[in-house]
């Protein structure tokens, strides 16, 4: 019996943690960005998901580092 393993899923949304983790930042600072109106988001009912593109365009909008 084989057994198949599923790719993982390309998200479209995510959760504010989840955002955090692919990131690689806190999850208070998800949040902290989101109210700064840095990181654009949608709610759905009481929930907050950040859109992929928007997670990409916030990281191709971040400066880079002066030396």
């Given at each position: 019996?084989?057994?198949?393993?599923?790719?993982?899923?390309?998200r479209?949304?995510?959760?504010?943690?989840?955002?955090?983790?692919?990131?690689?930042?806190?999850?208070?600072?998800?949040?902290?960005?989101?109210?700064?109106?840095?990181?654009?988001?949608?709610?759905?009912?009481?929930?907050?998901?950040?859109?992929?593109?928007?997670?990409?365009?916030?990281?191709?909008?971040?400066?880079?580092?002066?030396?």
């Open positions: 019996m084989s057994t198949a393993i599923a790719a993982p899923v390309d479209l949304l995510y959760k504010p943690e989840e955002a955090a983790e692919a990131l690689a930042i806190g999850r208070s600072t998800v949040y902290e960005l989101m109210t700064a109106g840095a990181l654009k988001y949608i709610k759905l009912g009481r929930t907050r998901r950040i859109r992929r593109a928007d997670l990409e365009a916030y990281v191709e909008n971040l400066p880079p580092a002066s030396n």
